[in-house]
């Protein structure tokens, strides 16, 4: 049983910080797709940042533009724990966010929000 727990959410003021830990109990793919993903009331879930993984040391990693040289996506594979590291939040950072893994290579996850595991979510407010 694959379970995703997300932790490090909170309220911060424009221009902070946040990180962001998603443990990975159960699960034991060692190559895959892991992605951090959020969305506000009303509005799609959107891909905030994906981290294509093998195994090994060196891992392709994808942003969305908004995002880009803010935020910093990671793995830790002896933790089997994603983190996000999140800097020079911005109000329209505001959301929930939601850590997701997929043993499947990314570009066969179609909808690309299409993936198997998905943690429980944990809010992040910027003001």
């Known amino acids: 049983h694959v379970q995703l727990v997300e932790s490090g959410g909170g309220s911060v003021q424009a221009g902070g910080s946040l990180s962001l830990s998603c443990a990975a109990r159960?699960?034991?793919?060692?190559?895959?797709?892991l992605a951090w993903f959020r969305q506000v009331p009303g509005k799609e879930r959107e891909t905030v940042a994906t981290?294509?993984?093998?195994?090994?040391?060196?891992?392709?990693?994808y942003y969305r533009r908004s995002v880009q040289g803010r935020f910093t996506i990671s793995l830790d594979n002896a933790k089997k724990t994603l983190y996000l590291q999140m800097n020079s939040l911005k109000p329209e950072d505001t959301a929930m966010y939601y850590c997701?893994?997929?043993?499947?290579?990314?570009?066969?996850?179609?909808?690309?929000?299409?993936?198997?595991?998905w943690g429980q979510g944990t809010q992040v407010t910027v003001s």
């Open positions: 981290l294509v993984t093998s195994g090994a040391v060196d891992s392709t990693t």
């Open positions: 159960g699960y034991t793919q060692r190559s895959g797709c």
């Open positions: 997701a893994a997929d043993p499947r290579p990314c570009h066969e996850i179609d909808p690309t929000n299409a993936y198997i595991h």
